[in-house]
T-cell receptor
Framework: SAVISQKPSRDICQRGTSLTIQCQVD?????MFWYRQQPGQSLTLIAT?????????ESGFVIDKFPISRPNLTFSTLTVSNMSPEDSSIYLC???????????FGPGTRLLVL | SQELEQSPQSLIVQEGKNLTINCTSS?????LYWYKQKYGEGLIFLMM?????EEKSHEKITAKLDEKKQQSSLHITASQPSHAGIYLC????????FGTGTSLTVIP
């Protein structure tokens, strides 16, 4: 199993500012995923972060808006840049998945942009 | 890509009633996960099913994966207010796919 922690757990931010969310895993993992859950909607994958390479972004998400760092096999950050109220969501990091693996999720970061 | 459709989208039940949530996949499932999310919080892993016909239970929640491995159902017996939340099915593929979600409200 994997234990995942995220910081901050929640934040209230002003529009135009940026917030960096940290994700720490208690074991080394190759792939980490960042998801967004907007109010009343299901989870949406933002990007996949592999250590040592550029993150792969899903359609509708760009690096300038959501830069990701993956400096080692246990840590990743997601920055939400130049925030607007539409960015108000819960952001979750995740590891695992694939045909035979359980997907593990962090507790999430609840972001409110005013 | 794979699509997972859940039904119903939302459910309001009286405490003590039984209920079922369905998850239908557009492709064969090689693993099906059920999660619960309390409002405003992160996901909680409930159970994973891999074999066609497999059924698993945890407390008052039972999940089943049909023989053809394209549909799963989650059944809650004698629902309680603590069961309220959003239930999501998920499946691995090229990425991890999530269902559309079912919002459950249990009225005391």
């Amino acid at each position: 199993s994997a234990v995942i922690s995220q910081k901050p757990s929640r934040d209230i931010c002003q529009r135009g500012t940026s917030l960096t969310i940290q994700c720490q895993v208690d074991s080394q993992v190759t792939m980490m995923f960042w998801y967004r859950q907007q109010p009343g909607q299901s989870l949406t994958l933002i990007a996949t972060a592999n250590q040592g390479s550029e993150a792969t972004y899903e359609s509708g998400f760009v690096i300038d808006k959501f830069p990701i760092s993956r400096p080692n096999l246990t840590f990743s950050t997601l920055t939400v840049s130049n925030m607007s109220p539409e960015d108000s969501s819960i952001y979750l990091c995740s590891v695992g998945g694939g045909a035979a693996e359980t997907q593990y999720f962090g507790p999430g970061t609840r972001l409110l942009v005013l | 890509s794979q699509e997972l459709e859940q039904s119903p989208q939302s459910l309001i039940v009286q405490e003590g009633k039984n209920l079922t949530i369905n998850c239908t996949s557009s492709k064969t499932l090689y693993g099906l996960y059920w999660y619960k999310q309390k409002y405003g919080e992160g996901l909680i892993f409930l159970m994973m099913l891999q074999k066609g016909g497999e059924e698993k239970s945890h407390e008052k929640i039972t999940a089943k994966l049909d023989e053809k491995k394209q549909q799963s159902s989650l059944h809650i017996t004698a629902s309680q207010p603590s069961h309220a939340g959003i239930y999501l099915c998920g499946a691995p593929g090229n990425q991890f796919y999530f269902g559309t979600g079912t919002s459950l409200t249990v009225i005391p």
